[in-house]
């Protein structure tokens, strides 16, 4: 009891805070419609004025930083996400798979358009996930797919339900980076309190806990494996890596650059020799995750979903724009098709550069080079939806910089495409976000002078 009383009298500016992003947290989850741009950003950019705040006035008092994003994250746990409708995707994927149905070997549009509802939830779930996704097959990779069926096997036939089972396992792979964040950076001998820059980001608590994507899941995964390499158990690395890839295929982008790691001075052909067998490892163990779904006809379905994904979507893209448009001012027409076999080479090269003309040989330099390479391509990217920045965001934690911290303020200027009944983008709001993107991105990497990482 007294130290309660020693806190409430020794932390009231950083508590104030505290109970003011709790009433705004509350008014975003509870009384908030995506459209309502003015109050969403007005409760964005406070709430991310507040965690700098609590940040800042606690003096990264550990327990009172914990607590609040613990409670942050449950001031989310009975509502329904306001800015995202993937969920209902999520729900019925579980669904299937309960009913016995391989949720890769069917769009939703084949059941409801003909008539048949394969479980109780259907016509709702089909109604809620929107035509995008009730025509297209699943992309949503196995361990997610468990996370799903989790949700629909604890819920019975409640959306809400779901709802809640999903958010809670966010929650705990969150509680679950914060835990092998903090010990990795101790390792690397940095300051333990940058895992707050992640963990109490409004950014990251709306996107993932109250969006409900399970980028937060794929994260908790890779920091686990980064920690483990580091720990020098690479052989569990790489198992856990490919329990991050079976969330979210991402981290696919990254194994080329785990080159350096393996591949120090000294004993070359020793080091070889591990990194093939970190791949094999991560290859078998991913094989077997995808075994109970396999089909000529998953891998058919799949990589068509996965393509589409990748060369034919558009939407907050940067450098993908700027190329569009010189396009339509050429030929008059949007050369999607030719730009999206152009910019994927340069991407591709990119990492290639990062994988073996840098010299990745400690977890810093290597997180430094994965969170570049996943940042150009980003870039170069014809897609960008506010979510996939919260893999730059945890990268970040771990490097000098801080550049998407940046951006993830700044991505809440993607949402105004849905000012209009269209969700049309306003290419000039675009250019804006970009701006400061790119401007906090080329100051810190190509115009500060820092200190190498080391």
Request: aromatic fraction near 18%.
């Amino acid at each position: 009891m007294l130290g309660l009383t020693n806190l409430f009298k020794n932390k009231k500016i950083p508590l104030l805070f505290v109970g003011l992003s709790v009433i705004m947290y509350l008014s975003f989850a509870y009384d908030l419609v995506r459209t309502d741009l003015s109050k969403l950003v007005v409760l964005y950019v406070a709430l991310f004025v507040f965690a700098y705040l609590i940040i800042k006035e606690t003096g990264f008092y550990f327990r009172v930083l914990v607590v609040s994003a613990i409670l942050f994250r449950l001031l989310f746990l009975f509502t329904i996400p306001n800015l995202s409708q993937d969920f209902y995707r999520f729900i019925w994927d579980g669904q299937m798979i309960l009913s016995g149905l391989n949720p890769y070997l069917f769009t939703p549009d084949s059941f409801i358009q003909n008539g048949k509802f394969p479980f109780v939830q259907a016509q709702d779930l089909y109604n809620g996930m929107g035509t995008l996704s009730s025509s297209h097959y699943t992309n949503y990779p196995p361990l997610n797919q468990l996370c799903f069926t989790i949700a629909a096997l604890f819920s019975g036939k409640s959306i809400l339900g779901s709802v809640i089972t999903m958010r809670l396992l966010i929650i705990a792979a969150d509680i679950g980076t914060l835990y092998f964040g903090k010990k990795l950076l101790e390792r690397l001998k940095l300051p333990s309190n940058r895992i707050f820059w992640y963990i109490l980001n409004p950014f990251i608590i709306i996107e993932l806990t109250g969006n409900l994507h399970f980028e937060g899941v794929m994260i908790f995964f890779l920091v686990w494996s980064l920690y483990l390499l580091h720990s020098g158990k690479w052989k569990w690395a790489a198992v856990v890596l490919a329990c991050s890839i079976s969330v979210k295929l991402i981290p696919l982008l990254f194994l080329t650059l785990f080159f350096g790691w393996f591949i120090k001075k000294g004993n070359i052909l020793i080091g070889i020799k591990k990194l093939v067998s970190f791949y094999a490892i991560c290859g078998a163990t991913l094989m077997l995750m995808f075994l109970p779904f396999f089909s000529i006809e998953f891998i058919s379905n799949y990589s068509k979903t996965v393509g589409l994904w990748f060369g034919d979507f558009e939407f907050n893209a940067s450098i993908y724009y700027a190329v569009r448009e010189i396009g339509y001012a050429m030929t008059g027409f949007n050369e999607i098709a030719i730009i999206t076999k152009f910019l994927p080479i340069i991407s591709v090269f990119t990492i290639l550069g990062y994988s073996f003309f840098k010299h990745n040989n400690t977890i810093s330099k290597l997180v430094t080079s994965i969170l570049l390479a996943f940042t150009f391509y980003l870039f170069l990217s014809t897609t960008i939806h506010p979510w996939y920045i919260a893999t730059l965001v945890i990268l970040c934690v771990f490097t000098n910089y801080r550049f998407p911290l940046v951006w993830s303020l700044a991505v809440v200027l993607s949402y105004l495409a849905y000012s209009n009944t269209s969700n049309s983008e306003n290419l000039w709001i675009i250019g804006l976000e970009y701006l400061i993107v790119f401007s906090a991105f080329i100051w810190e990497v190509f115009l500060k002078k820092r200190l190498p990482v080391i």
